[in-house]
């Protein structure tokens, strides 16, 4: 996790330059398209793994559901003054399996270094009150839907957005979420060897 650490830092010192510069559309409240009973059955398929698998004991969740490619998300969770990410990464698309236990989910969960998880923290806060804003492209019927919540003392704020634009702070932090899990995936990775 070390190694990606520099990567890490310089996506943050991107997004906070440029989360002054770019201004034209916000994160969206949550909500969930319950139209159709597919629908309505992925979501309550993706809930179930995230909530058996995370929990709820969190500070900061960030969920990806693409189109076509493997779900995942990650936390940051806080116990005794020290962050941990927790991270699932599924091997199929949920939306494609016919069934959710044919899915395998690789797990991880290492300590982040307190001021990587202290920023990664600041800035979803600023993200979801919407202070930094962003561009979403909007009108794709495929692609990447992502979710960024706080849990501060039991209370849930939610934000979400479809495909933000390339390049836009929203772009640069999705990329940094993808990072941690990957680095913290590689690590677990490993340690198991």
Same mark, same amino acid.
């Given at each position: 996790? #070390? #190694? ?5 830092? /310089?996506?943050? %010192? ?10 034209? %559309?916000?994160?969206s ?10 629908l309505?059955? $992925? $979501? ?8 058996t698998?995370?929990?709820?004991? $969190?500070? &900061? ?11 995942y ?6 116990v !005794?003054?020290l @962050?941990f /990410? #927790?991270?699932? %990464? &599924?091997? #199929?698309n949920?939306? @494609? ?6 899915? +395998?989910?690789? !797990?991880?969960?290492v !300590? ?9 923290? $600041?800035?979803?806060?600023? &993200? ?9 492209v ?5 692609? +990447?839907? @992502?979710? &960024? ?18 390049? %836009? ?21 490993s340690?198991?060897?």
């Amino acid at each position: 996790m #070390k #190694k990606s650490i520099i990567g890490i830092v /310089l996506l943050l %010192s991107i997004l906070a330059l440029n989360g002054k510069t770019v201004a034209q %559309s916000r994160l969206s409240l949550c909500t969930r398209l319950d139209v159709t009973t597919q629908l309505k059955s $992925y $979501y309550n398929s993706m809930d179930s793994v995230i909530q058996t698998r995370l929990g709820d004991e $969190y500070l &900061f969740r960030f969920t990806v559901m693409p189109s076509f490619d493997p779900e995942y998300a990650l936390q940051i969770e806080s116990v !005794e003054e020290l @962050y941990f /990410l #927790k991270v699932i %990464s &599924f091997d #199929k698309n949920l939306w @494609y399996a016919k069934d959710v236990t044919d899915i +395998n989910i690789d !797990e991880c969960f290492v !300590e982040l270094e307190t001021e990587l998880a202290e920023q990664v923290l $600041y800035l979803s806060r600023q &993200f979801i009150d919407n202070k930094i804003d962003s561009v979403s492209v909007g009108g794709t019927i495929d692609g +990447n839907l @992502y979710q &960024f919540e706080i849990n501060e003392n039991g209370v849930i704020s939610c934000g979400q957005i479809w495909e933000p634009a390339p390049e %836009s702070p929203l772009d640069h932090f999705c990329l940094l979420c993808a990072h941690l899990k990957d680095g913290c995936l590689t690590e677990n990775k490993s340690k198991n060897q």
